[in-house]
């Protein structure tokens, strides 16, 4: 199943959580048949990105964390002359654009263009010589500068997990002026300090620069990696997202490949048969997940185990699903059955007696499920009378789709078969007005509502959790055998 979706992400996080590279770890001969969910990035997505990058940049700049700079210089007359540069700290910081490539085969490209920064700080300087005593002076400056940034993100993988490398990360400077107590006239101080002061402060600021950044991609993955896992997490009910093989980085995508595999209270099942191809996939949208046949089926078997694939009706929710139809044979069969009792004192109660199977279709999902509906009476002071109860083989066909940020599934074709029925009204089960009432209130109403508490329950990690981080917009959700 493909859940391909067009989106607009608020933040490079995304980007560097969503592309995993593996250079660190050892997977099988044929790790494709242990992947269960896959996650493709394409390239207009990586390009929309780009407007984040230069935020994440100039974060970068502002918390990168300067150390004193100091050096000393033997010159003619003066002497030996040492300096100290000292609680430097950026201001009037811009980026005039910046451009992101997927080098095929390689790693993430960033290219930071006309990066202009006003450093500012202290400048403590002494000399001593033949016809000078020692002495210290201490003065403010600022440094303006103009830097070009090249930045190769490579990833790899670390215990199954991505740890990405930002270290190949290169400063260029195309300026680089000293201007002492605001003093912007070249003065002999300047002129001294500049010739000698600009190599060690390029190395620092590069080295501290380059540090931050490479800082930023550790914590910003490490934050993607914890909330994706917490993301399909559910108390007992985990998704393990290890990686499974090496990424694949192209010239129009990234993609990455996780196990899928369900964990419910230490028990999970080894997925080694998938079907995945890299062909599933195209570059029409921006964002698609894949998720394998038995990773969903996974999840519907935890979520029964876990007593979750159950409904109950009261109230106005019983009165819609009984009064659908406003026919004299429907407030007949509705009057013998509930025994002249308001819906406010019964109770619906719809559950699955047996694990659902899911396949893989390409009309849509195909959900088998045996089913059992029992409706009570609540008589006050006496235990409930069980009105109606019934146990029912169902076969639905569900196409899924998406909004509001949450996953709706809908089924467009159903089929029932009665294995167990008995009513008070209908004991003999021969009432042709009771039977044919509750076939069609099955059909119309009982499968949908049938269908939304399994769905409910396996989105239930979806529609439960907020990821303010992204939208996403006008997905098409496509099933393939």
Same mark, same amino acid.
């Given at each position: ?13 995304i980007? %560097? ?5 593996a250079?660190?770890?050892?997977f ?15 390239e ?10 230069a ?9 990168a ?17 040492? &300096? ?8 009037d910081?811009s ?18 263009r ?5 450093f ?14 020692? %002495? ?13 940034l090249?930045?190769n993100?490579?990833?790899?993988c ?9 270290s ?5 400077f ?7 107590q605001?003093d912007?006239?070249?003065g ?24 931050e ?18 993301f ?11 990686l499974?093989?090496?990424p694949v980085?192209?010239?129009r ?5 996780h196990?899928?595999?369900?964990? &419910?209270k230490n ?18 949208r921006?964002?698609y997940?894949?998720l394998?046949?038995?990773? %969903? ?18 109230g106005?929710k ?24 308001? &819906?406010?004192?019964s ?7 047996t ?11 195909v ?5 059992a ?5 609540? %008589?006050?002071?006496e ?12 076969t639905?066909t569900?196409?899924a ?8 599934l809908q ?45 409910s ?13 992204f ?11």
């Amino acid at each position: 199943m493909c859940w391909a979706g067009r989106i607009m992400l608020g933040a490079f996080s995304i980007f %560097l959580g969503l592309v995993h590279a593996a250079a660190a770890c050892e997977f099988g001969p044929f790790p494709y048949r242990g992947t269960g969910i896959v996650c493709r990035m394409t390239e207009p997505a990586a390009l929309l990105l780009n407007k984040e990058v230069a935020q994440v940049i100039q974060a970068a700049f502002r918390n990168a964390k300067f150390p004193n700079v100091t050096g000393e210089r033997s010159l003619r007359l003066l002497g030996r002359v040492a &300096y100290t540069l000292s609680h430097i700290q950026v201001n009037d910081l811009s980026i005039e654009r910046s451009e992101v490539e997927l080098k095929e085969d390689s790693a993430i490209h960033i290219s930071i263009r006309n990066v202009t920064a006003l450093f500012k700080g202290s400048l403590t300087y002494g000399y001593a010589g033949a016809w000078f005593l020692q %002495l210290f002076h201490s003065v403010d400056f600022e440094i303006e500068s103009s830097i070009d940034l090249q930045l190769n993100i490579n990833l790899m993988c670390q215990k199954d997990k991505v740890a990405p490398d930002a270290s190949d990360c290169y400063l260029t400077f195309h300026k680089l002026t000293l201007h002492l107590q605001g003093d912007k006239e070249p003065g002999w101080l300047k002129q001294l300090f500049t010739d000698f002061i600009s190599f060690t402060l390029k190395l620092v600021l590069k080295r501290e620069v380059c540090k931050e950044i490479n800082a930023v991609a550790q914590m910003l993955t490490n934050y993607v990696i914890d909330l994706a896992a917490n993301f399909v997490r559910d108390k007992d009910i985990i998704v393990d997202i290890s990686l499974t093989s090496d990424p694949v980085i192209k010239a129009r995508y990234i993609e990455s490949h996780h196990k899928g595999i369900v964990l &419910y209270k230490n028990n999970s099942s080894v997925l080694s048969d998938s079907v995945f191809s890299p062909s599933l996939l195209t570059e029409s949208r921006m964002l698609y997940f894949w998720l394998s046949e038995h990773s %969903l089926s996974s999840l519907a078997a935890a979520a029964f185990l876990d007593g979750q694939l159950l409904l109950h009706l009261r109230g106005e929710k019983l009165q819609e699903l009984f009064e659908m139809e406003d026919t004299e044979v429907q407030r007949k069969a509705v009057q013998r059955i509930f025994q002249g009792t308001s &819906y406010n004192d019964s109770v619906a109660k719809v559950w699955s007696l047996t694990q659902p199977q899911i396949s893989f279709q390409p009309e849509g999902t195909v959900v088998r499920s045996s089913v059992a509906v029992e409706v009570s009476i609540l %008589l006050a002071g006496e235990e409930p009378l069980v009105a109606l109860y019934m146990e029912k083989e169902i076969t639905a066909t569900i196409q899924a789709t998406y909004a509001e940020k949450k996953l709706i599934l809908q089924p467009v074709d159903s089929r029932v078969e009665i294995k167990v029925f008995k009513c008070t009204a209908d004991p003999s089960g021969e009432d042709p007005s009771i039977q044919s009432f509750l076939q069609n209130m099955i059909l119309v109403a009982g499968i949908p509502e049938v269908t939304s508490s399994i769905g409910s329950a396996l989105t239930s990690l979806m529609n439960s959790k907020r990821l303010d981080l992204f939208d996403i917009i006008n997905p098409e959700i496509i099933t393939r055998q």
